[in-house]
């Protein structure tokens, strides 16, 4: 996972964070959905943040689908299981 600093996921490990390195402003944070056939993560709607706290506001918003499940943990980036997708 090149580029990948840190991941955050939910309790049921479908939904989460990651902070991926980035050239204007060091890191990036891009809320994430588990692609539950591949393995993959995908980054939703493409959207990325400044900061952790914004990528997780992301899930608290009435507009969206996407509700996590209890709170998120930092988890091993190696050990995650998690793929990028292509």
Do not use: C
Request: aromatic share 10%; charged share 30%; glycine share 8%.
């Amino acid at each position: 996972m090149h580029g990948i600093l840190a991941i955050w996921l939910d309790e049921e490990g479908r939904l989460g964070v990651i902070e991926r390195k980035d050239e204007r402003f060091g890191s990036s944070f891009h809320p994430i959905q588990k692609d539950e056939k591949t393995k993959e993560m995908v980054i939703i709607n493409n959207l990325w943040y400044t900061t952790y706290t914004g990528a997780r506001h992301y899930f608290r918003l009435n507009t969206n689908e996407y509700r996590v499940a209890g709170r998120m943990q930092k988890v091993d980036v190696r050990k995650s299981g998690l793929r990028e997708s292509s």
